[in-house]
């Protein structure tokens, strides 16, 4: 049952009472209508979760979903690195993971093995400094190979549970994890925190159509629940890393790869010494469609940049730090830095930095 606007489904009758009507698959012009058992039978009137959920985000001055249509964009380093970097503007900030089937974050944050503890106040997030904390069914779990197979209603449930018993204090930003797609989560989490005010969706995709495609989805899903779409990040934008960082290969003539590596950086040293500081770049995915800027343009969404393919953010996620602390990430720190300042700057938050200042 696809909700339009939260109250009459997209595939309901013509003279649809609404789903909260008392007469809700009861009346005349609910005969026939595919949802007419879900809704005689759904509980009426307003949901009481919503007002203790408004309670707990009213310490919460900004909300920002990080979406994508797409699995393996790189939406949770994205989530995990603009966490690292609000928190390095002296922001309080919260990061929720809602991928139930699969957390990243504790991963990324250098948090696996942590637990949750419980207060008289509620669910306390594991802390990274003490302006970043951080809540994820991936604290959860006795297990972290056991496979989390539940169904809508059960997922939505613990996303319910977290916005209700998670104490946060007062943050500046909650920044939440979403897994891909358009579907109970999603809904879930927009449905809960939309009387509260989202501030808007943050959207990551890879250059080529076959991640695009699913992008557009995403797109049009904020517009029909009235999500602002902040921008689009185009991630993976091209391998780029120092060329003294590459593995370089010979193929024999049957076929057999032998590492030259340290022949070609020693020639690169005695031959070519002004080469050493060169940046190679290759194109992994195709782009020649336009890529995400070009996407925007047409859908009519801001484009906030691209993020090469850096082997050192990679690296920085498996070990759970930020890629801001130190010059390891020089190809991909500098375009979130500029990604993430155009975000603040073109959406008011840079207001809260002189406030603060």
Known sequence: MTMENGEIPENANEHCPGTQSESAGKSDACEGCPNQEACATAPKGPDPDLVVIAERMATVKHKILVLSGKGGVGKSTFSAQLSFALAAMDFQVGLLDVDICGPSIPKMLGLEGQEIHQSNLGWSPVYVDSNLGVMSIGFMLPDPDEAVIWRGPRKNGLIKNFLKEVYWNELDFLVVDSPPGTSDEHISIVQCLGATGID??????????????????????????????????????????????????????????????????????????????????????????????????????????????????????????????????????????????????????????????
């Not at 979130?336 to 603060?356: A, C, H, P, Q, V």
Request: glycine content about 8%; aromatic content about 6%.
């Open 200 to 357: 808007g969706a943050i959207i990551v995709t890879t250059p080529q159509q076959v991640s695009l495609i699913d992008v557009r989805k995403e797109i049009n899903f904020c517009k029909k629940v009235g999500v602002k779409v902040l921008g689009v990040v185009e991630n993976m934008s091209g391998l780029s890393q120092p060329v003294m960082d590459f593995k370089f290969m010979r193929t024999t003539e049957t076929g057999e790869h032998i590492d030259v590596s340290e022949w070609v950086r020693e020639y690169f040293r005695e031959k070519a010494p002004e080469l050493q500081g060169l940046i190679a770049c290759s194109e992994v995915f195709d782009s020649s469609s336009g890529g995400a800027e070009k996407m925007c343009r047409e859908m009519g969404v801001p484009f906030l940049g691209k993020v090469p393919l850096d082997p050192q953010l990679c690296k920085a996620a498996e070990e759970g730090r930020s890629c801001f602390i130190d010059q390891k990430c020089g190809v991909s720190a500098p375009a979130l830095k500029i990604i993430i300042e155009e975000l603040i700057e073109n959406n008011g938050f840079s207001r809260m930095l002189l406030n603060s200042a």
